[in-house]
């Protein structure tokens, strides 16, 4: 198509979504860059310092502890978000009734704003009077009086992430789904010829196909890790202490207290992360598939 | 399959759903019936007379927020996709490559150059500040989408109409725009849905009361130490919060579902 126009009508029409997407966005990057560099309290003059904030970085405990709770994070609602997934799928596959209610149930969570959902579970986690601690009291498994610190210290990163897991159960689930569906049935009938079993058929044709659909949820579950800040912050806010902080919500914290080159140091190792990431990610994807 | 299932596996798999879908209305039947503690629907009235919460602004304030911003993302979404899907252009591939590179930004890490770059440019406690970086954050999914649809109208079309002397923006508006009518109803939805869910920008851009949303005037119902009565009222206020994106959800699930799968399953 290029009859008519001159040769700078198509960047008449990617303009907009470059200038507002493209150069904004890598304008931050490069900013956060530079400003990783400096001392700078976010407001006035920058100071030059060279890679110091990134020395810091490496000595300070905090960053140990908001890494490791967002790489478990990542690993622990990846696997448990695709195995759920994948369960509830394969038995919506069966075609029960009622199984459109289940999808439904599970998918809503979709529907509701992340803030508001972790404003709901923080105050069922609460300790005293938090409807989870009652409710186990009530059934008899929680001594009349007995807490559980749902977000302590100890227990923290597991709340939030059955946060996410219930936010994010219902999407594995519909994707999963949707390449199930696409599985041809013929495949199934020959092996029920072939006298295999229904696990047999499971574990032969169900589950090597969706190799590929897999990959993606990882791909998104590990970028979605990176980016979890609203469960975190409207919950614990990185307490008690530094003990539930996440790379996000540290480097939030970090901003607050005036520290926005440390700040930014911290975006950029996320930003170096979530590529690093997605990259090995896709590359192991692509050889799989090839 | 059906066959052979035997009653066993049937309840086997009753039971898990049954067991699983528990679990998940838990917390949701927790904020329905907490909400009605003390108060009973009185609860909702407090709510919706709350002297610092206004719920009325808040769902207003979002509804501005993400219809502005699905409108923005839906104009320069479809005209970028037509450009990356049908013209030659030097850069083409390496420009739409480093525009879907975007998508694994995570707001958080830019937070501080983003202040920056809004205030710099007077836009704090703006509609405008928040809607600008909403759409660069989630217009570039939105174009990948756009393209991939408009990837499968035929080629056979384009050219009768280029022959007829028909120039690309009228090839983009009366044959693009029109043939994938699905896929930017699906873009649209998605696109209010994640502007209208999104929590961190307008924390960081907005200080301004009055102009919080949904996600944002959550706050405005919490305070240091709660008492019963107004933690269910918080949670009354967390289900008026609710009910917009409900509305949301169930006039428009058909194009939710399969949009935000198809973005999984094309990327």
Known sequence: MRAHGARW?????????????????????????????????????????????????FGDR????????????MVVTIVLQAA??????????????????????FFLPIAMAPAIIATVFKYMYEANYGSLNETLRALGILDDGAVIQWLGADLGVWSIIIINVFSWMGFSMMVYYASLMSIPEEM?????????????????????????????????????????????????????????HFLTTYLYQARLDREAGYSAALGIVILVIAF?????????????DS | MKTRRTKAA????????????????????????????????????????HPQ???????????????????????????????????RFRGRTVI????????????????????????GMELRNTYIGVILPLVSFNVVIMLMLLKNAFDGIPEEIVEAATIDGARPFRIFWQIFVPLSGPAIATVSVLSFVYCWNEYLLPNLLLSDESMYPVTQAVSLLQFERMSQEQIAQLYSGLILLTIPSLLVYVSSQRYLQTGITAGAVKS
């Open chain 2, 96 to 119: 739409y490559r480093l525009l879907l590179a975007c998508l694994a930004i995570p707001i958080a890490a830019v937070v501080t150059p983003l202040f920056t770059i809004i205030s």
């Open chain 2, 53 to 87: 919460f206004n719920y009325w602004s808040a769902v207003g304030n979002s509804f501005l927020i993400a219809g502005g911003s699905t409108v923005v993302i839906v104009i320069i979404g479809s005209l970028g996709a037509f450009a990356f899907s049908r013209m």
């Open chain 1, 276 to 288: 690093a990431l997605a990259a090995i990610q896709g590359r192991m994807a692509n050889r799989k």
């Open chain 1, 62 to 73: 905090t960053f140990y502890i908001a890494l490791r709770n967002t790489l478990l994070f």
């Open chain 1, 84 to 105: 759920i997934g994948l369960l509830i799928a394969v038995i919506a596959k069966e075609k029960l009734p009622g199984s459109g209610f289940f999808k439904a149930v």
């Open chain 1, 188 to 244: 199934y009938e020959a092996a029920e010829l072939d006298g295999a079993g229904w696990w047999r058929r499971l574990f032969s044709i169900t589950i090597p196909s969706l190799k590929g659909t897999t990959a993606v949820l990882v791909t998104l579950g590990i970028v979605g890790s990176l980016k979890t800040f609203d469960q975190v912050w409207l919950t614990t806010q990185g307490g008690p202490g530094v003990s539930t």
């Open chain 2, 10 to 49: 049937t309840v086997a798999m009753y039971a898990v759903l049954i067991g699983l879908a528990a679990l998940w209305l838990y917390p949701i039947g927790v904020a329905i019936v907490k909400s009605f503690a003390i108060g009973g629907i009185g609860n909702y009235e407090a709510v919706l007379n």
């Open chain 1, 9 to 57: 009508v198509p960047y008449l029409y990617i303009a907009p979504v470059v200038i507002i997407a493209g150069v904004l966005l890598y304008t931050t990057i490069g900013f956060a860059g530079f400003a990783s560099l400096t001392d700078w309290n976010g407001l006035t003059s920058m100071e030059f310092i060279g890679v110091q904030n990134y020395v810091d970085m």
